[in-house]
């Protein structure tokens, strides 16, 4: 069973960085796919950025294409997601997810495991 927790999150001005991590723990971890979401309040739960763990190939929200970063380091188990040029409407809580999928990798019905949550609050 994969297991994740996030942490990282926080306040920050608009216009500042974050990163966010994700420790990862499990048997089989190594060919799943991760992922970052977020859910603002009222709003549903969206996809921000995913990663192979196998191979490393990478997608993104067209939101934060070109501000956001998601990378894994093997040796630590943890995946990141460094956050540039962070915006008041990135504010939400930002999920870590695992999911044994090689498709739709955009589409949170094909992610299976989901950590906790972090807070992230960007001011204006």
């Known amino acids: 069973q994969v297991q994740l927790v996030e942490s990282g999150g926080g306040l920050v001005q608009a216009g500042g960085s974050l990163r966010l991590s994700c420790a990862v723990s499990g048997r089989t971890f190594s060919r799943y796919r991760m992922g970052w979401f977020r859910q603002a309040p009222g709003k549903e739960r969206e996809f921000v950025a995913t990663i192979s763990w196998r191979f490393g190939s990478t997608d993104y929200a067209d939101s934060v294409k070109g501000r956001f970063t998601i990378s894994r380091d093997n040796a630590k188990n943890t995946v990141y997601l460094q956050m540039n040029s962070l915006k008041p409407e990135d504010t939400a809580v930002y999920y870590c997810?695992?999911?044994?999928?090689?498709?739709?990798?955009?589409?949170?019905?094909?992610?299976?495991?989901w950590g906790q949550g972090t807070q992230v609050t960007v001011s204006s």
């Open positions: 997810a695992a999911g044994n999928t090689i498709v739709e990798v955009t589409n949170t019905d094909r992610y299976d495991v």
